[in-house]
């Protein structure tokens, strides 16, 4: 009578941790790639559909603030409002492909120093995190905020990235968008924005709860005026290309 075979060491059952193992990897792949889907599926919309709201409106309407906006086509906004944002925001938005470093390393010496924080992020990295993401989150939001810039600088192109910009940024509390900001501290749409009323919106942009563009006082109107003239350099030096 043959005596049984002897099991291989290959016909050892897998171990319990090293089967969770692998269906806790299978499980992070599948979310990162439904995470890629559709984070790509929402920028493709979003070229084409008026991102309906954020979550920093969100955020606002639970605290109680309401949320005044009012879409408007790049079009139909005043030129210098988006040459006012430029000049005070990101200088080499039309030649930059998401991320300006010369800034970066600015803004880095500069803190470095002290004073006042100087951030480095340009107008399509605001646009990134004003549309798909959070105000804080420190260096997840900052890697995710990276990952989406790159898809709306492939996906939008430059003109659709400013008009985006300049439709949901925050222009004081409650309010979004250079029309809604236009409407409420000036009495008119943004498409007859003067160059000192653009320079002023765009001066609010970086802390939109603290500043006023309305009779703006000490550093608020400094940098408004100095925004004013270089809109005129923006428009001269073909620092919209991209736009026209």
């Not at 043959?2 to 806790?24: E, F, Q, T, Y």
């Not at 309906?52 to 139909?76: Q, Y």
């Not at 900001?181 to 009495?187: D, H, I, L, N, S």
């Amino acid at each position: 009578m043959p005596s049984p075979a002897l099991p291989s060491p290959r016909d050892k059952p897998a171990s319990p941790r090293r089967g969770i193992v692998r269906r806790l990897i299978a499980w992070i792949v599948r979310l990162v790639l439904c995470f890629v889907l559709l984070s790509v599926l929402m920028v493709v919309i979003y070229r084409f559909v008026p991102p309906p709201i954020t979550l920093t409106m969100i955020g606002d309407a639970i605290g109680g603030h309401g949320i005044d906006k009012s879409w408007r086509p790049l079009s139909r906004i005043d030129p210098n409002m988006a040459r006012a944002a430029i000049a005070g925001e990101d200088s080499r938005f039309c030649t930059h492909h998401g991320f300006d470093l010369k800034a970066i390393e600015t803004a880095y010496s500069r803190n470095a120093r002290g004073g006042r924080i100087r951030g480095g992020s340009t107008i399509s990295q605001q646009t990134a995190k004003n549309v798909f993401l959070i105000q804080g989150g420190g260096y997840v939001r900052k890697a995710l905020e990276a990952y989406f810039t790159v898809l709306i600088e492939t996906i939008w192109g430059k003109r659709r990235i400013m008009e985006v910009y300049l439709n949901v940024a925050e222009t004081g509390i409650g309010t979004y968008g250079v029309e809604a900001g236009a409407q409420r501290y000036f009495g008119h749409d943004a498409g007859q924005l003067s160059q000192q009323e653009a320079g002023r919106i765009a001066a609010i942009l970086p802390l939109p709860k603290k500043r006023a563009a309305v009779a703006p006082h000490g550093f608020t109107r400094r940098h408004g005026n100095a925004i004013t003239r270089r809109v005129g350099v923006v428009r001269n030096d073909g620092l919209d290309g991209c736009l026209r």
